[in-house]
């Protein structure tokens, strides 16, 4: 596992921190626009935008996250197909889906470090400006778009990892229809809309494992 990681980490290391820089980059700006709306109206009409409006500041922090998590699948999967690294690596004497496994656990580690990366920013600029019973909410907000960051991660590393050019474009048109149950931002969360945004996430890893089963050893891909 460790050796995994190190592999990983020295690939993805100037990925890594160009997403970092580019979300710490929207963070900055976001809270500039915010301190700039405060300068130019009374607090309470901004905060009437927000809550009763469900107009978030925020909420073009998401952009940048789920473009990070798209791009870091597709640069972590792609070079193992493309260099039949993970090709040769599931002829070596060990488990293929255990391999597999801990390379999706860097991944998630990522985007998951990323998305706490944004929501500690968010909730930091937010509580320079409004009171604790908004930006109190921002994590539980903000947890549908790293549900929905998870899902283009393993999308992105599901379409990279997959050998042959109509099996991604089969598995890039399955997993679009995946992306509707991420189209409504929701302000006030219940349990049942969380499950709905979970559960295409975790289904969505899941489907990591169907490419890579083509480059086993007998494999028919």
Same mark, same amino acid.
């Given at each position: ?60 922090i998401s952009v940048p996250l789920a473009a990070s998590a798209f791009i870091l699948g597709f640069l972590q999967f792609y ?22 496994? #801990?390379? %999706?656990?860097?991944?998630?580690? *990522? !985007?998951?470090?990323?998305? +706490? =990366? ?13 009171? #604790?019973? %908004?930006?109190?909410?921002?994590? *539980? !907000?903000?947890?549908?778009? +790293? =549900? ?56 969505s890893l899941a489907s990591v494992f169907y490419p890579a089963s083509g480059y086993r050893a007998g494999g028919g891909r």
């Amino acid at each position: 596992m460790k050796s995994i990681f190190y592999k990983e980490g020295i690939k993805l290391r100037r990925a890594l921190a160009a997403a970092f820089a580019v979300n710490a980059a929207v963070l900055l700006y976001s809270y500039f626009r915010v301190r700039v709306g405060f300068i130019m109206q009374e607090p309470a009409l901004l905060w009437l935008d927000i809550i009763e409006r469900n107009a978030f500041f925020f909420d073009r922090i998401s952009v940048p996250l789920a473009a990070s998590a798209f791009i870091l699948g597709f640069l972590q999967f792609y070079p193992e197909s493309s260099g039949r690294r993970f090709r040769i690596s599931c002829h070596l004497p060990q488990n293929e889906d255990l391999t597999l496994l #801990y390379m %999706l656990l860097f991944g998630l580690s *990522s !985007v998951c470090f990323l998305w +706490l =990366f944004d929501t500690a920013g968010v909730m930091l600029s937010a509580s320079f400006f409004f009171p #604790y019973d %908004l930006w109190g909410r921002i994590p *539980s !907000v903000m947890i549908y778009s +790293l =549900f929905f960051s998870v899902f283009l991660y393993s999308a992105a590393a599901s379409v990279a990892l997959e050998p042959s050019w109509g099996g991604r474009a089969g598995l890039a048109l399955l997993l679009c229809g995946g992306a509707a149950f991420f189209g409504v931002s929701v302000y006030r969360p219940s349990c049942w809309g969380a499950f709905i945004a979970f559960a295409p996430a975790l289904l969505s890893l899941a489907s990591v494992f169907y490419p890579a089963s083509g480059y086993r050893a007998g494999g028919g891909r």
